[in-house]
Every structure is written in C-alpha cells, then in structure tokens.
C-alpha cells in the first residue's frame, strides 16, 4: 500500500484543516486507519485511528472532541478533520495504515505497516 498525505498548511488558532490520506495498491477495506504526529524536537505521538475501516474510532486526549477521523472506503481515502486548532498542534502529521493491527497496539507507532510521507500543519498564535 501506498499512501499519500496531503492537507497541511498554515492555520490560525482556532480555525481548522483537514487533512486527506489516499492509499493505492490495495484497498482500505478492512485495514486500520491512524494519524501520528511529530512536534519539532519531540517524538512521533499518536492522534487518532479507526479500526478495521469501521465505525470504532480513537483519539488522543489532547485531540478528543477536536478531530474527527473518518475514512471513505470507496474513494480509497481517509481525512483528519482538525478544529479549533492550537499552536501545539504544530507538526508533521503522518497517516499510516495496516492490514492485521490488533485493538491494545492501536496507538503505537511501529505496529503500522504502511505510512504516507507526512504533511506539515503550521497553526500560529
């Protein structure tokens, strides 16, 4: 699989971006879906997932309530909607995608076999 990030940019706080993963070489079907994200200087953390394409989704606590994950399995596509934007959201924002994640390895980094090439998300004061 293949994927492609696109979406970022330069945002004010509290305005909003959404960002678009598109995967080629294999369907989204059945696969989990994630976003992570890596601040200048700072690890690659997790954001949020939706398991096996469906309808059970996850969210890191600082994004909860802010970004909504949805993945489009007919278009092959998956988005991060991302409101009320704050500085701290600065980063490189990274989908990944694999086949055969189990539930309890949802938010960790190297379970993912797939990932895009990351999109920068500049939000300023």
């Known amino acids: 699989v293949q994927l492609q990030a696109s979406g970022g940019g330069l945002a004010q706080a509290g305005g909003s971006l959404r960002l678009s993963c598109a995967a080629s070489g294999r369907t989204f079907s059945r696969q989990t879906i994630a976003w992570f994200r890596q601040a200048p200087g700072k690890e690659r953390e997790f954001v949020a997932a939706?398991?096996?394409?469906?309808?059970?989704?996850y969210y890191a606590d600082s994004v909860k309530g802010r970004f909504t994950i949805s993945v489009n399995n007919a278009k092959n596509t998956a988005s991060l909607l991302m409101n009320s934007l704050r500085p701290e959201d600065t980063a490189v924002y990274y989908c990944a995608a694999s086949p055969s994640i189990i539930l309890s390895a949802i938010r960790v980094d190297h379970s993912y076999a797939y990932w895009g090439q990351g999109t920068l998300v500049t939000v300023s004061s």
């Open positions: 939706i398991f096996r394409s469906g309808s059970n989704t």
